[in-house]
């Protein structure tokens, strides 16, 4: 018989770096942190990612409904950005207010000082229940702070290792909230045909 708390803590090896993921739709724009992301393409002149976002976070109808987003990776320097985006919803407050950002080639939100980021064109979709897989080509990229030496790239590992104490508890709640309305919608999977899928 497998442990589910035993399982879980083997599966977050799995898990990508902390991202910031950014949207827009009808000139509303948002921001959100995501440690789900992956590469999805070996081939060099055909970039792409694959990013898997809950139903009931903002960024996703904006994503759905739009059929592209920013992927950031970012520096471990960035707490502040991951608090703001991360721990509260883009339905109840403008996150990107004081954020330096500009609109990219494809009209969603560039963060201005991230490690580097990606420029996605979703081009198919998966639904698992509670969140939706989203297959983005990337279209524009930018490599920021990633040039400049002795900044490295936010972890999984090292988010976890050093996010500020003051900040623990809150992100175990918002954990663990997400994780019962996941529960609850996991087992519902529908069939899904992405609109664009590129010929
Ligand atoms: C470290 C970290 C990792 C997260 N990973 C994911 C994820 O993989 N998928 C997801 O949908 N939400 C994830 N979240 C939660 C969202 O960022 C959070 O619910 C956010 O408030 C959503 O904002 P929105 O409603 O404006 O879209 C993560 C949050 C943190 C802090």
């Known amino acids: ?49 694959a990013i898997f976002i809950h139903k009931f976070n903002f960024s996703h109808d904006l994503i759905f409904d739009t059929g592209r987003f920013v992927l950031h990776l970012l520096r471990r320097d960035q707490f502040d950005l991951i608090h703001t985006l991360g721990f509260a919803s883009g339905r109840d407050r403008d ?29 198919n979709a998966m639904d698992t229940g509670s969140s939706t897989c989203f297959l983005g080509d990337v279209v524009a990229v930018g490599a920021g702070a990633q040039e400049q030496p002795a900044v490295e790239v936010m972890t999984a590992a090292y988010f976890r290792a050093n996010l500020p104490a003051a900040w623990r508890a809150a992100y175990e709640h918002h954990l ?19 609109r664009d899928i590129p010929r």
């Not at 910031?20 to 959100?32: C, F, L, P, Q, V």
């Not at 997400?178 to 992405?194: D, E, G, M, Y």
Request: with cysteine; hydrophobic share 45%; proline share 6%.
């Open 95 to 123: 996150k990107l207010a004081g954020i330096p950002h500009h609109l990219g080639a494809l009209g969603a939100p560039v963060l201005d000082e991230c490690f580097a980021h990606f420029e996605c064109r979703v081009i």
């Open 1 to 49: 018989m497998f442990d589910p708390q035993a399982t879980y803590q083997l599966l977050r090896n799995l898990t990508s770096p902390v991202v910031a993921i950014t949207s827009e739709r009808g000139g509303k724009r948002n921001g959100m942190i995501i440690d789900s992301a992956v590469r999805a393409s070996i081939v060099p002149d055909v970039p792409r990612l």
């Open 176 to 194: 663990s909230s997400a994780q019962a309305v996941a529960r609850a919608h996991s087992r519902n999977i529908r069939a899904l045909t992405w």
